[in-house]
């Protein structure tokens, strides 16, 4: 599996306010480039806390990309994938709107009766992991089901979580003219943060997109 990570951030590293509200960071040329990205990818993934927070939909605005895609015979929109290890997933996400087909990554944790409620809703559920989500398990679980190209929104927790188990193949990163300040507030990689063994990235590009720029770098696992 192909796995590229895609965030906006402020000119400070941050995603959002320590409130962790949806803060519009990028512009319109930059949110063509992601419609673009999800409409070459397989599925869209993001962490619960984005959900909760934003409640995206995740599905491809561009009409014409998304014919593309139902004449080259794949759904009309990628797939979309939520892990949430704390099971905190409300059955009435957007996510769950029957747009395209939902996976949702838990625990082994996970109570009977929120699978079902999940089911109920419409997601395919995968289990993997004692306490937290088993990244390297589910993912290959979802190459099994035919993603081959993973495109991942955040958030930092699931992105740190990604970087730590070395899945990370690319990450497109638009720097936007903003400051928002705050040790609280959520970063491009947070979870435990690293002490040594640190990722290593190669810059594969930088161009500037509205009042920001967009650094692509390639990973190294």
């Not at 993934?45 to 014409?64: E, K």
């Not at 838990?106 to 699978?115: K, N």
Request: proline share 5%; glycine share 10%; net charge negative.
């Amino acid at each position: 599996m192909h796995v590229v990570v895609n965030a906006a951030m402020s000119a400070d590293g941050k995603l959002s306010s320590r409130r962790r509200e949806q803060i519009e960071i990028s512009g319109p040329t930059d949110f063509d480039r992601v419609d673009q990205l999800r409409a070459d990818s397989d599925a869209v993934m993001v962490g619960v806390g984005t959900v909760l927070a934003d409640d995206p939909s995740l599905t491809i605005d561009d009409p014409d990309r998304r014919a593309a895609r139902t004449e080259r015979g794949e759904p009309e929109n990628p797939a979309r994938v939520v892990a949430d290890s704390r099971v905190r997933t409300p059955p009435d996400a957007t996510v769950l709107d029957g747009r395209a087909q939902t996976y949702l990554l838990v625990s082994e944790a996970a109570p009977p009766d929120f699978i079902e409620e999940m089911e109920d809703a419409g997601a395919y559920v995968i289990a993997a992991g004692r306490d937290r989500v088993d990244l390297t398990t589910t993912l290959a679980k979802l190459e099994g089901e035919g993603i081959d190209r993973l495109m991942v929104e955040g958030g930092g927790e699931l992105i740190f979580g990604l970087f730590e188990e070395s899945l990370v193949d690319e990450l497109f990163v638009y720097v936007g003219p903003k400051i928002i300040g705050g040790r609280d507030a959520p970063t491009l990689a947070d979870g435990d943060g690293f002490v040594e063994d640190f990722p290593e990235l190669e810059l594969a590009g930088v161009e500037r997109v509205d009042d920001g720029v967009v650094l692509h770098w390639t990973a190294e696992n």
